[in-house]
């Protein structure tokens, strides 16, 4: 088995503006995506969703920080799932399943060091 991080890239806005009940369904979403992880062959090691670009702070060269991300685009890393899977196909069926209304997903492999 190897690790997978599964970086969920959506526009904030629509997260800004969406309703309760939307926020509830894509919670449920989510929620119904853990659960089924599994049923892939894979296994959800962790995950977490993360604060609005606003709120990050940058390092650069190991001595310039300023506020915010590194580059401005309209869709942000928004969150994160952590799976172990036997293989990219099988990470990818997992990613397929994620919710990212508003964006998508992108899988990489996590290198490890011995």
Excluded: C, N, W
């Excluded at 969703?49 to 506020?67: I, M, N």
């Excluded at 172990?84 to 060091?113: K, S």
Aim: aromatic letters at 8%.
């Amino acid at each position: 088995m190897s690790q997978y991080l599964i970086l969920i890239y959506e526009d904030e806005t629509r997260y800004e503006t969406a309703s309760p009940e939307v926020t509830a369904e894509i919670t449920a979403e989510h929620e119904a995506f853990a659960a089924g992880v599994e049923a892939h062959g894979a296994k959800l090691l962790g995950g977490e969703a993360l604060q609005p670009t606003g709120t990050a702070t940058s390092v650069r060269g190991g001595s310039e920080v300023t506020d915010g991300p590194f580059v401005e685009t309209k869709e942000a890393l928004g969150g994160y799932y952590l799976v172990d899977a036997p293989d990219l196909d099988t990470a990818l069926a997992v990613a397929r399943t994620v919710p990212a209304r508003f964006g998508g997903v992108e899988v990489r492999p996590v290198m490890t060091f011995d």
